[in-house]
């Protein structure tokens, strides 16, 4: 069955890092894109960072708002997506969900067809 599983949230000081992870299942990975979304309390769903890849060519997404400061790999073999956060911010505090969808990213939360349950980052000023 397909799964996403996020791991990595926390409690971080402004400044500091975290490293977050989405480990896929039950699906072709390379056939889909990955990407990351967050939803803080009373704001919508929000779409982070996005990556999809082939053999030769990798495109990554990100917004406005991590440009910079958050950096997504993968590890093909594994079946696993990762988000690099640096340079945490209290804006940035917010539960952090793992998505997929066939073909290529999307910022929009309504496209992705699989999803994960979320892992909560909590950044203290």
């Known amino acids: 069955e397909v799964q996403l599983v996020e791991s990595g949230g926390g409690l971080v000081q402004a400044g500091g890092s975290l490293r977050l992870s989405c480990a896929a299942s039950?699906?072709?990975?390379?056939?889909?894109?990955i990407g990351w979304f967050r939803q803080a309390p009373g704001k919508e769903r929000e779409g982070v960072s996005c990556i999809a890849s082939n053999d030769v060519n990798t495109s990554k997404y990100y917004s406005d708002s991590v440009k910079g400061r958050f950096t997504i790999s993968s590890d093909n073999d594994k079946n696993t997506v990762y988000l690099q956060m640096n340079s945490l911010k209290p804006e940035d505090t917010a539960v952090y969900y793992c998505?997929?969808?066939?073909?290529?990213?999307?910022?929009?939360?309504?496209?992705?067809?699989?999803w994960g349950r979320g892992t909560l980052v909590t950044v203290s000023s």
């Open positions: 039950g699906f072709t990975f390379d056939d889909h894109a």
């Open positions: 998505a997929a969808t066939k073909g290529f990213c999307s910022a929009d939360y309504n496209d992705m067809d699989y």
